[in-house]
């Protein structure tokens, strides 16, 4: 079963502009991850914020983490065309060694 | 320096026979985990193996298989196939007593059981 939704579940945007994507999840955590996939493909990873952290950068990415509410959300800045692709969360729960992923959100940047 | 590598990338079968799919992790990685994706989904978790042991079990039932060998690469067994299986398979490796580092993915193997 999943661990909790995206949202939103798709999300159309214009070079340039900001994106925005919501995470929730049920569990105590470790941590929380995303990743990207292309059409299908494999998963790449974009970031990783501790149970005990609240906002990480890196590059275009923002993530925050609010553990009180379960949620997280995944900012990305001035989004190029390239960035087109399926976003999905991941938790660590705390005592499992597994990733429970959220549905995921598609995103696509017209250019 | 090779990341996850999965094989075959596509694969079709017919319902009922039975298909192997291979990883091999990612170079100093110990721990390999197989996920499943149906289209449109977020990856499901079938298990885990460490020390060529099963260390973790999703809620797949028993036709799910696996193996690690001594050189930490992985098979996963999936016996009398149905069309439901169907789906991309992800392998991830990571390492061992690292529970706050990201795993690492392949590139998958589509299967299509028809």
């Known amino acids: 079963s999943q661990q909790g939704e995206e949202d939103p579940q798709a999300l159309s945007i214009q070079e340039g502009e900001n994106a925005t994507m919501n995470c929730s999840y049920k569990?105590?955590?470790?941590?929380l991850q995303w990743y990207r996939q292309n059409s299908g493909r494999g998963l790449v990873h974009l970031i990783l914020?501790?149970?005990?952290?609240r906002e990480k950068h890196s590059g275009r990415l923002r993530v925050t983490l609010d553990t009180s509410k379960k949620s997280s959300s995944l900012l990305i800045t001035a989004s190029r065309a390239a960035d087109t692709a399926s976003y999905f969360c991941a938790t660590a729960d705390t005592g499992r060694r597994a990733l429970t992923f959220g549905s995921g959100t598609r995103l696509q940047v017209q250019p | 320096d090779a990341g996850v590598t999965q094989s075959p990338t596509h694969l079709i079968k017919t319902r009922g026979q039975q298909v192997t799919l291979r990883c091999s992790p990612k170079?100093?990685?110990?721990?390999v985990s197989w996920y499943q994706q149906a289209l449109g989904q977020g990856p499901q978790f079938i298990f885990q193996?460490?020390?060529?042991?099963?260390?973790q079990r999703g809620n797949f039932p028993d036709r799910f298989s696996g193996h690690q060998f001594p050189n930490y690469s992985s098979e996963l067994n999936v016996n009398a196939l149905l069309l439901g299986d169907s789906a991309l398979y992800l392998c991830?490796?990571?390492?061992?007593?690292?529970?706050?580092?990201?795993?690492?993915f392949g590139q998958g193997t589509r299967l299509t059981v028809v």
């Open positions: 914020i501790r149970s005990n952290e």
């Open positions: 170079s100093g990685h110990d721990t």
């Open positions: 569990t105590s955590i470790n941590n």
């Open positions: 991830a490796s990571s390492l061992v007593g690292t529970p706050n580092t990201e795993a690492f």
């Open positions: 193996y460490y020390e060529e042991e099963e260390r």
